[in-house]
C-alpha cells in the first residue's frame, strides 16, 4: 500500500512563498506513476493543481496557478514538489498530494493514492 506523506504547509503573507513536499512511502519506485497536487476548500469540490508524469516529468498546470506555481519531482529520492510563489488569499485551501495512472490529469478519480493533506493559509 503506497503512502504518501505530505509537508510544507504553513502561513504567509500575499506575495509570499511556499514549498510543498510529498514523500512516497513503502513503494520501490515512482517512475510508473503520474503525481499531482489537488487543493480543497471548505464546502468545495476538491480541485487538481498541478501535476507531473513521472516517465518524462511532463507538467501540467491549472490555469489559476500557471506561471506561479512550479510543480517537480526527484523520482531518487521520491518525492514531489510544489513551489508556490506570488501567493494570493485565494490560495488558501489545504493541499493533497496524489498518485495514480491513467485517466486525464485533472480529475480526482485518475488518482488511486492520497496523502493527508498539508494547510495552506495565505493572508
Known amino acids: 500500500h503506497v503512502q504518501l506523506v505530505e509537508s510544507g504547509g504553513g502561513s504567509v503573507q500575499a506575495g509570499g512563498s511556499l514549498r510543498l513536499a510529498c514523500t512516497v512511502e513503502?513503494?520501490?519506485?515512482?517512475?510508473?506513476?503520474?503525481m499531482a497536487w489537488f487543493r480543497q476548500t471548505p464546502g468545495n469540490e476538491r480541485e487538481a493543481v498541478a501535476a507531473?508524469?513521472?516517465?518524462?516529468?511532463?507538467?501540467f498546470y491549472s490555469y489559476p496557478v500557471r506561471g506561479r506555481f512550479t510543480i517537480s519531482l526527484d523520482s531518487d529520492k521520491k518525492t514531489l514538489y510544489l513551489e508556490m510563489t506570488n501567493l494570493k488569499p485565494e490560495d488558501t485551501a489545504m493541499y493533497y498530494c496524489?498518485?495514480?495512472?491513467?485517466?486525464?490529469?485533472?480529475?480526482?478519480?485518475?488518482?488511486?493514492?492520497w496523502g493527508q493533506g498539508t494547510q495552506v493559509t495565505v493572508s
Open positions: 507531473i508524469r513521472a516517465s518524462d516529468l511532463k507538467a
Open positions: 496524489a498518485s495514480g495512472a491513467g485517466g486525464s490529469w485533472h480529475q480526482r478519480q485518475s488518482y488511486s493514492n
Open positions: 513503502d513503494e520501490p519506485q515512482v517512475s510508473t506513476y503520474r
